[in-house]
C-alpha cells in the first residue's frame, strides 16, 4: 500500500510537468488563496486531523484519500522527512483540462530531516463556488527511498 501512494506521489507531478505546454503562469498574489489551503491541509497532517486535512478536499481526493490513507501519509512524511517547518512559493500555473480548471501550486518545503526541499505539489479546481483539492503530491529524495 505505501509503495502505491509513494509511486503516486512521486509520479504525478512529474506528468503535470511535462502537460506543462498548454498551462497558463500565474504569479503567487494570484493565488495567496492556496496556500491558507495548504496551511490547513499540513496543520492536519501535523495533528492528526484527518477532519482539518480533508476540509479542501474535492470528493474524487476525499474517496482516495479516508482515514487508513491519510494516516499512512502521516506516517511516511513523519518517517521519512520528519515534522514540517516551512514552505516557500516556487511557480504556479492553470490549465483547462476537459473543460475544467485547474490551478496548480507548487511549493518548496522545510521539513526536519530532509537537507533538501519537499516538493509540495496541489491542484485545486473550483466546485460551487469553493476552491477544492483535486490533487496533492510531496517529492524529495528522502520521500523516493
Not at 518517517?79 to 512559493?89: A, D, I, L
Not at 496548480?104 to 522545510?110: D, E, G, L, P, Q
Not at 516538493?119 to 477544492?132: A, C, D, Q
Request: aromatic share 12%; with cysteine.
Amino acid at each position: 500500500m505505501r509503495k502505491r501512494w509513494f509511486m503516486l506521489l512521486t509520479l504525478l507531478p512529474l506528468v503535470l510537468i511535462l502537460l506543462h505546454g498548454c498551462q497558463k503562469t500565474i504569479r503567487e498574489n494570484d493565488v495567496a488563496y492556496i496556500s491558507v489551503v495548504v496551511d490547513r491541509i499540513m496543520q492536519g497532517i501535523m495533528e492528526s486531523s484527518y477532519e482539518k486535512f480533508s476540509q479542501d478536499l474535492n470528493p474524487t481526493m476525499k474517496n482516495a484519500f479516508d482515514v487508513t490513507a491519510f494516516m499512512n501519509l502521516k506516517t511516511m512524511l513523519d518517517e521519512k522527512v520528519g515534522p514540517y517547518q516551512s514552505k516557500k512559493f516556487c511557480r504556479a500555473f492553470k490549465e483547462n483540462k476537459d473543460n475544467r480548471f485547474y490551478t496548480t501550486v507548487i511549493y518548496n518545503a522545510k521539513f526536519a530531516r530532509e537537507t533538501t526541499a519537499v516538493v509540495i505539489t496541489i491542484t485545486t479546481e473550483e466546485l460551487n463556488g469553493e476552491i477544492k483539492v483535486a490533487g496533492l503530491y510531496f517529492n524529495s529524495p528522502n520521500l523516493r527511498r
